[in-house]
Structures are given as structure tokens and as C-alpha cells.
């Protein structure tokens, strides 16, 4: 049965949806040796070879799910042309091809989801779900009541007006404070572009939670598969079965 390419990349363990029309746009997708870069293509995995990269891609026969507390100074994805640490340096043992559900920046820490599961990564990376994601802020100085307020009720940032947040202030001091900020969207660099824009720098990020997903029992670098529980608290959150 014939469905469109980027869905099928995500299906096979590939990207995400969104990380998979990136990869088309880019030109590093081929379907029976020609390379496809528009959008709308379809295929048909019982006739059509999809390549990646020059690599054959095969539908998922097993699902992985697996949660990371991601230290800083690692790149959130599986290969980095700079050379620099990356997330899959931290999986050993790990042998299917999984990919991160969203990013955390170099200089952040905290909590990333990785899975060959396309549509759970789809939808809970897309702001339509709402699925939760609790930061932990040190930032430089101590926001005052306006600030708050403008990171609860959403920040005009160069892409838009940002979600409405959850704001709590954790420790309150001079020359930093603490905050818990909790986002239902995961724009680029948002919790650091949210706090500059109230004129108090991000000094240090971690996310410690992912809808239902907490970090505790992992210390910085450690990984572990989710429970059959875990998986299905997530799916349901999103909708799915």
C-alpha cells in the first residue's frame, strides 16, 4: 500500500515526520536510485528500495524506547559532522536505529525520549498534543512579578507569540534564581530565547520531566528502555493505542 515518503521514513525507525521532510529536503533520500525531494512523493514498501544516506531502509520490526539523562556537552543526534559528543556515544548496547524525540542544546541537560516509533515521536513533539515539558532554570538576576507574568502568558519571540506557560519561582536570590518553567511546545532554543526576552539570561537549563517521565533513578549519562507502563502512559497521552 502506497503512503507518502516522510511517513514512511518514520515508520521505519528513521525520524521523526517532521525530521524526515528535513531529510528529503536536503536530498539525502533516494527511492530506486533517484533522489526525491518533494513532499508529496509516495511509496510503496513491498515494490519501492528507500535508501538514506546511501543505506537501505527497512520497516521497524521491533520498537525501542528508551529514556536518557542527556549531560551537557553532548549534541542531541545520532551523528555530528564537527565531531563533537553525541547522545548515541552515551547508548551502549543499543543496536536498532533510534533518533531523539525533540532536542536539548549543547549547554543543556535533563530529560530525551529516543524511539524508532515515528508516530509517537510525531505526536509528541506537535504543540496540538500538549504534552508537558518542565525545565529547571538558574538564571542571571531575580525576575520580578512582570516578568513572570509575561512568561506565563507568552513571550513575543522572532517566530511568535510562545504558549502559555507554567511560571513557578523555585529559589529567589541576587546574583541568580531558580525557576520551573513548563512548556506544551518545543520551538528552537525557546526556554533560552523565553528568558533572555525578560532580560534574565539562561546561566544553566535541565529538563527533569516529559509528560509522564520523570529522571529519577538516572543519574547524569545513564539510559534505560521504558516499562510497558511508561510507553503506554505516553501513548495515551497523545492519543494513541
Known amino acids: 500500500m502506497a ?53 537501505p531502509v527497512k520497516p521497524v520490526k521491533q520498537k525501542e524506547y528508551i529514556i536518557l539523562h542527556k549531560p551537557v556537552g553532548f549534541v542531541t543526534t545520532m551523528n555530528d559532522p564537527f565531531g563533537r559528543p553525541t547522545v548515541r556515544d552515551l547508548l551502549q548496547g543499543i543496536k536498532r536505529r533510534i533518533f531523539p524525540v525533540g532536542r536539548l542544546d549543547l549547554n543543556s541537560s535533563g530529560l530525551l525520549v529516543m524511539t524508532n516509533d515515528g508516530e509517537l515521536a510525531n505526536r509528541l ?45 523555585i529559589k529567589a536570590g541576587r546574583p541568580t534564581s531558580v525557576l520551573s518553567l513548563v512548556l506544551k511546545e518545543g520551538r528552537n532554543r525557546q526556554v533560552r530565547r523565553m528568558l533572555e526576552a525578560v532580560n534574565h539570561p539562561v546561566l544553566s537549563l535541565k529538563r527533569i520531566r516529559f509528560g509522564p517521565l520523570t529522571l529519577k533513578g538516572l543519574k547524569s549519562g545513564q539510559w534505560r528502555r521504558l516499562t510497558a507502563a511508561e510507553v503506554k502512559a505516553l501513548k495515551k497521552e497523545v492519543g494513541l493505542k
Open 125 to 169: 513533539m506537535h504543540p496540538s498534543f500538549g504534552v508537558e515539558k518542565e525545565y529547571l532554570v538558574r538564571v542571571d538576576g531575580l525576575p520580578g512579578p512582570e516578568a513572570l507574568e509575561k512568561l506565563a502568558k507568552g513571550v513575543l519571540l522572532d517566530d511568535g507569540l510562545t504558549m502559555p506557560a507554567k511560571v513557578r519561582l
Open 3 to 55: 503512503e507518502r515518503l516522510q511517513k514512511f521514513l518514520a515508520k521505519a525507525g528513521v525520524s521523526s515526520r517532521r525530521a524526515g521532510e528535513k531529510l528529503i529536503r536536503e536530498g539525502r533520500v533516494k527511492v530506486n536510485g533517484r533522489i526525491i525531494t518533494q513532499m508529496g512523493f509516495t511509496v510503496d514498501q513491498a515494490v519501492d528500495l528507500v535508501e538514506v544516506d546511501n543505506r
